[in-house]
Structure formats: structure tokens, C-alpha cells
Antibody, heavy 119, light 106 residues
Framework: EVQLLESGGGLVQPGGSLRLSCAAS????????MSWVRQAPGKGLEWVST????????YYAGSVKGRFTISRDNSKNTLFLQMNSLRAEDTAVYYC????????????WGQGTLVTVSS | DIQMTQSPSTLSASVGDRVTITCRAS??????LAWYQQKPGKAPKLLIY???SLESGVPSRFSGSGSGTEFSLTISSLQPDDFATYYC????????FGQGTKVEVK
């Protein structure tokens, strides 16, 4: 059974940093690209970032480029999102998701972790 | 960037109704389109990929069609479990979601 478990969310002040993790199980992690998607309270879904299976190819939404860094540790089946220079508008539930090959739909999602940026 | 526009934003329907949601891309995305269902407080669930392919385990009352810039999701006979918000997403160039369509009880 595929499982994705996000952690690391919480309350952070504007300008602060936070690192999210996503522990994967139930599939061969290093065979699949992975993504982060966020959802602000009461709003729609926004793609944030995607990393290829090997970690060589990385993609970011314009709203987070230069502030967020996606990475993965295939030896630990874990995906990360380092978030720096956080803003109020980054407040959202952050989901990690498995990407169907080759770089396609998001076929399985974790339950999400809430990040709140506020003073 | 490719923009995705869904209509309507809200749809009121009854159990047994045939429901159609449309999604328009700002430029051609071939068939690189997915549909997701999301219920309150839950993660999205993939329903349809490549515009018309049904994800494993998804009931056959869900179907997708379209190519290029115009797409639709149809629920042939709305069931109580189908009241939710639906999102389209393009993956032709990066990933972009539509703004969502809430299917509510009429």
C-alpha cells in the first residue's frame, strides 16, 4: 500500500524558514518523480515544485523560485522541501504527491501538513 | 505559463443527475490533462489522466473527454459520495490546476 506521510509544518514568523519532509513507503521510491502541492485556506490547489526520480531535474513555480528548495534522499525514501524567506501568502496545507511516469499526473497524495506564516 | 479555467465554479445538482464540468487551457496541451476529486479536509484523489483514461478503482460513472484546449469531466449519474470539489490539471508544461468546481446538493 502506497503511503506518503508529511511532517514539519507549523507556525513560523514572516521571513523565517521551515523544512518539510515526506516519508514514502509501499512503492519503489527512487523510480518516481515527486511533487509538492499547496492549498491556502479555502482556496484551490497550487503546484509548488517537482523533482525527478534521480534528483537531477528540478522544477519550481514562479511564486517560490529562489526561496524554496526541493530535494530527496532515495536511501531513506524521503522527500524534502526547504522553505526560506517565508511570507504570509505561503500559509497553506502542503501536500507531497507521487508523480506518474514520465512526468505526468499526481497519482497518490499524502494527507498534508499545515504551514502558517504569521507574526 | 499555461492557465487553466474551469466552469462553472459551483454546480448545484441532485443525486442521479448527469453532471458536466468543463476546463479550458490557455494554449494547446494535447491530452496532458488530469482530473481530481477533493473532499473537505482530505487530499485530492486522481480520477482521470491523459484526458480520458480512468484511474484504477475509480467508478465508471466518471468519464473525461477533450483534447487541445477544451476538456470536460462528466459524472453520468451523480451519487451521494460525489459531492465534492473537482480540479483539472495540465501537465504539458510543468503543472497547473484549474480553480476548482464545487458540486453541491441542489
Amino acid at each position: 500500500e502506497v503511503q506518503l506521510l508529511e511532517s514539519g509544518g507549523g507556525l513560523v514568523q514572516p521571513g523565517g524558514s521551515l523544512r518539510l519532509s515526506c516519508a514514502a513507503s509501499g512503492f519503489t521510491f527512487d523510480n518516481y518523480a515527486m511533487s509538492w502541492v499547496r492549498q491556502a485556506p479555502g482556496k484551490g490547489l497550487e503546484w509548488v515544485s517537482t523533482i525527478s526520480a534521480t534528483g537531477i531535474s528540478i522544477y519550481y513555480a514562479g511564486s517560490v523560485k529562489g526561496r524554496f528548495t526541493i530535494s530527496r534522499d532515495n536511501s531513506k525514501n524521503t522527500l524534502f522541501l526547504q522553505m526560506n524567506s517565508l511570507r504570509a501568502e505561503d500559509t497553506a496545507v502542503y501536500y507531497c504527491a507521487k508523480v506518474a511516469p514520465p512526468l505526468a499526473a499526481l497519482d497518490f497524495w499524502g494527507q498534508g501538513t499545515l504551514v502558517t506564516v504569521s507574526s | 505559463d499555461i492557465q487553466m479555467t474551469q466552469s462553472p465554479s459551483t454546480l448545484s445538482a441532485s443525486v442521479g443527475d448527469r453532471v458536466t464540468i468543463t476546463c479550458r487551457a490557455s494554449q494547446s496541451i494535447s491530452s496532458w490533462l488530469a482530473w481530481y476529486q477533493q473532499k473537505p479536509g482530505k487530499a485530492p484523489k486522481l480520477l482521470i489522466y491523459k484526458a480520458s483514461s480512468l484511474e484504477s478503482g475509480v467508478p465508471s460513472r466518471f468519464s473525461g473527454s477533450g483534447s487541445g484546449t477544451e476538456f470536460s469531466l462528466t459524472i453520468s449519474s451523480l451519487q451521494p459520495d460525489d459531492f465534492a470539489t473537482y480540479y483539472c490539471q495540465q501537465y504539458n508544461s510543468y503543472w497547473t490546476f484549474g480553480q476548482g468546481t464545487k458540486v453541491e446538493v441542489k
